[in-house]
């Protein structure tokens, strides 16, 4: 790795610290502006609005919520850049530890969910491309602009109405048989728990449970990757060298599908990593859908009960997962075509 490239690897690190730093601040002000005085601050700290009057006082001095704003945000920043994000009184538990263990929840879905959507998008983009201007072509495009364009709540809603209640193939709403005993708590992860333990009947019940979740981040992002594929591949397919490889005796299907779809994968990479940010953000939606007790599941709860430590550990570490694929995907990019890096 030449100097020149680590070079442009610190500038975008500094770059997303500077933005998280940004947020941070924002976010924590905004939230302290709602609240009037220290007293109804100390109140959402609390996510109870009957806590005492005792109860109050002490969260107020723990949290030093009677300082200036600027030095409750430095203490914060400290305290985010140490792991610490806060005690969620609802719970009774550290916020961190909560989202360890939704977030591993989350995590599971989307991931298979966007490695799901690169390999339908790899294929329905190169065979859209190898079929320009015919009946395959429109018909890939009609659909992948159809899930595109449909708002989240409305996909998953559909997929839980017709697969779910109409066809009753796949459980409608939770993450596993509730009759079912989970495994150790080992790997975090519910599915990778259950293999582990080998126990497949409680496996089986995660996956079904899972398919439906999985399928809707799918279909969200399918489409985009779809059309980078196709458009590029039509690039690439217009282009002399690869109109020399056909020359050469090559077979066109192996030449599309190995040769321009090879070169096509190299700017989708980028897209790939950002996929993953915007799921995450989805992922809220579709968990509370499908009764999915995940990331967004614990989102969602700490709006509806005003659980501010929850509101915004959630809210940051939603905000840490966007910078960071913004950052790979900046650094993929960087490496992989060197005419960024002296930008």
Known sequence: ???????????????????????????????????????????????????????????????????????????????????????????????????????????????????????????????????????????????????????????????????????????????????????PNVLAFPLLNAIYAHDWIYASSVIHHMILPTLSVALLSFGVITRLTRSTMLDIMDMDYFRLTIMKGIPRRHAVYHVALRNAAIPLVTYIVLAFAYAMGGAVVIEDIFSYHGMGYYIVQAVYNLDYPGILGTTIIIAVAVIVANLVADILYGILDPRVRLE
């Open 1 to 183: 790795m030449d100097s020149r490239t680590i070079a442009f690897i610190i500038r975008r690190v500094i770059y997303a610290i500077f933005t998280l730093l940004i947020l941070i601040v924002f976010i924590f002000t905004l939230i302290h502006i709602i609240a009037p005085n220290p007293l109804a601050l100390a109140r959402l700290y609390a996510g109870n609005p009957h806590a005492s009057q005792s109860e109050l006082i002490g969260i107020e001095e723990k949290y030093g919520l009677k300082l200036p704003i600027y030095d409750q945000v430095i203490n914060y920043i400290k305290d985010v850049f140490t792991g610490n994000l806060g005690y969620d009184y609802l719970h009774d538990q550290p916020v961190l530890k909560l989202i360890s263990e939704y977030l591993p929840i989350t995590l599971e879905f989307v991931l298979t969910g966007i490695v799901l959507s690169v390999i339908i998008g790899l294929f329905t983009g190169a065979y859209a491309a190898a079929r320009r201007r015919k009946p395959a072509d429109y018909t890939i495009k009609g659909i992948y602009l159809a899930t595109w364009s449909m708002p989240t709540f409305l996909l998953a809603a559909v997929l839980q109405l017709y697969i779910a209640y109409d066809l009753k193939l796949l459980p409608a709403t939770g993450m596993v048989d509730p009759t079912l005993k989970p495994p």
